[in-house]
């Protein structure tokens, strides 16, 4: 049974209050990883080391967030003892903010790839690392649009973007190894290449931990390290 | 599979006969005009601890009152419906009431200690049976004192008045009282909701300690004490049963929106 979790409806005012404040820091938390994606994105088109600089030094505000929140779980579960949707909620938010941080680490290696003069020469894969990550950014816009609303269904349609995202990886990662070998001498830079690209592919994987986490929200149900078809066929049997 | 959490659960909705302590069929109840129980059917493992939760005037105690026929006291309760302990139905005509209370004991919100000593609280129910045999009945009372974990702090003061102690004491000496008659069932009605907390954990491993022997009926206000101490909790509102699941699932994922408005202290 799919039930939305409406938070502003406890009988204590305040306990409404601390819950929309959970749900809004992780949003807002998301918002800004998304941002600092958006700003990689543009600082690798442009060779823009000093946009490089500042995602990175933006890492460490992540880093707070990502604490303050857990902080506040923390403090929730031992003071208001939650149940239900609201025990549910507390470890949704508590989960996601881990992989919003990680999303956060794995854009401060993207980003250095910039800082540290370590783009890719070729044109063909700079452009195809550039389209993979427009499309990482819509994920991502997508997975956190789908745990404002709580919504089921966006987030597992969001869930199916990332097997196009691993597609496209897959192919680059077969150019890029196959331009490696022409040119041996310098491994290190193209090591640097290959750690960006997995770090944009972690990401679309990150946002689908995510989705799990909201169907999970409105479920209860736990759907995690199920392929797409089978995680439908369940939701479908509970319905 | 490796299987790192063992929490077991039975389906209460199917429980065998061996499985259960008390079976509720159809059981309607009305004080006077006022129809407080609603057609309720359960059936209640043995050995488990087992809550009912609600709001009050929900017809939680009422409930838990008819597992041992107190609602007979009151002039004007009418009920039908059965429910069966032990294989006959307590709600027939013939049933011995007394003997009925002795298998299925009951403890009260406020601890209710009798003006006389400790030793013979807790006797006094085997003397109402007729048993005087002084080496039997001290066996009694220091094998209930043990199983109410208050042994220790009353054996050399046998028999000074049972007020002296503190209401945690008198709480665990009523069960005590309840425990030396051997019941099969204890009816716990918010036994701890005039206690501290600490003295509350206390009475809550005891129950837990007592499970093995006898089976647990608790009503409780206090819901994160219905899921700390109980196997299974049952939710009413307004006379009716609305949930009855095991406490993980209940507290977890209840089926019924009204339940999880109500755990979750939302407006119903």
Same mark, same amino acid.
């Given at each position: 049974m799919v039930r939305q979790?409406? +938070?502003?409806? $406890?009988?204590s005012g305040k306990f409404n209050t601390e819950l929309e404040n959970l749900r809004n820091s992780v949003l807002t938390m998301g918002g800004e990883v998304e941002l600092q994606l958006v700003d990689t994105l543009k600082a690798i088109q442009q060779n823009n080391a000093g946009l490089a600089e500042k995602v990175i030094l933006n890492d460490l505000k992540i880093n707070n967030m990502e604490m303050q929140i857990d902080e506040e779980c923390l403090r929730i579960i031992a003071k208001r003892h939650p149940t239900a949707s609201d025990l549910r909620l507390v470890m949704m938010v508590s989960k996601a903010i881990t992989d919003i941080e990680r999303m956060g680490d794995e854009i401060e290696r993207i980003a250095r790839l910039v800082t540290k003069n370590?783009? =890719?020469?070729?044109e063909t894969i700079k452009s195809s690392m550039l389209l993979i990550g427009e499309r990482v950014v819509q994920m991502m816009r997508g997975t956190f649009d789908a745990l404002a609303r709580q919504d089921e269904n966006s987030a597992l349609e969001v869930y199916d973007q990332d097997n196009r995202i691993d597609a496209e990886y897959k192919k680059l990662l077969k150019y890029t190894t196959e331009e490696m070998q022409k040119s041996t001498d310098d491994m290190q830079d193209w090591l640097e290449v290959l750690w960006a690209l997995r770090s944009l592919e972690r990401i679309g994987d990150r946002c689908k931990n995510i989705c799990e986490y909201v169907v999970y929200l409105s479920r209860g149900t736990d759907v995690r390290h199920a392929p797409l078809e089978n995680i439908q066929q369940k939701l479908k049997h509970l319905s | 599979m490796l299987k790192l959490f063992e929490h077991e659960t039975l389906d209460v909705q199917n429980l065998s006969e061996e499985e259960t302590a008390i079976r509720v069929e159809k059981l309607n109840l009305q004080f006077g005009q006022k129809h407080?129980? $609603?057609n309720i059917s359960m059936r209640i493992p043995k050995n488990r601890i087992t809550s009912l939760i609600g709001q009050? #005037?929900? #017809?939680k105690s009422t409930l838990i009152s008819c597992f041992n026929r107190m609602?007979? +006291?009151? =002039?004007?309760c009418r009920y039908d419906g059965s429910i069966f302990i032990g294989g006959r139905d &307590?709600? @027939? @005509?013939?049933?011995n009431v007394s003997q009925l209370r002795t298998q299925v004991g009951m403890v009260f919100q406020r601890p209710n200690p009798f003006p006389m000593s400790i030793y013979d609280n807790v006797c006094y129910g085997l003397r109402l049976q007729g048993i005087r045999v002084r080496r039997y009945l001290d066996d009694a009372v220091e094998q209930s004192l043990k199983d109410a974990a208050l042994w220790e702090e009353v054996k050399d003061r046998l028999?000074?008045?049972? $007020? &002296?102690?503190s209401g945690g004491q008198q709480q665990r000496l009523v069960i005590a009282r309840a425990l030396a008659l051997k019941p099969d069932i204890l009816l716990l009605d918010?036994?701890?909701?005039?206690?501290?907390p600490l003295t509350t954990l206390f009475i809550e491993e005891l129950m837990a300690s007592l499970k093995k022997r006898c089976t647990i009926v608790i009503v409780t206000h206090n819901m994160q004490q219905a899921a700390r101490v109980s196997d299974y909790t049952a939710f009413l509102h307004q006379g009716k049963l609305i949930e009855y699941a095991d406490s993980d699932t209940l507290f977890?994922? =209840?089926?019924?929106k009204q339940t999880e408005d109500y755990i979750t202290g939302r407006y119903g």
């Open positions: 979790v409406a +938070l502003n409806t $406890h009988i370590k783009l =890719p020469a070729s | 407080v129980l $609603h009050s #005037g929900c #017809g609602n007979d +006291l009151a =002039p004007d &307590i709600n @027939r @005509r013939k049933e028999f000074e008045s049972a $007020h &002296i102690l918010e036994p701890t909701s005039a206690l501290d977890t994922m =209840p089926e019924h």
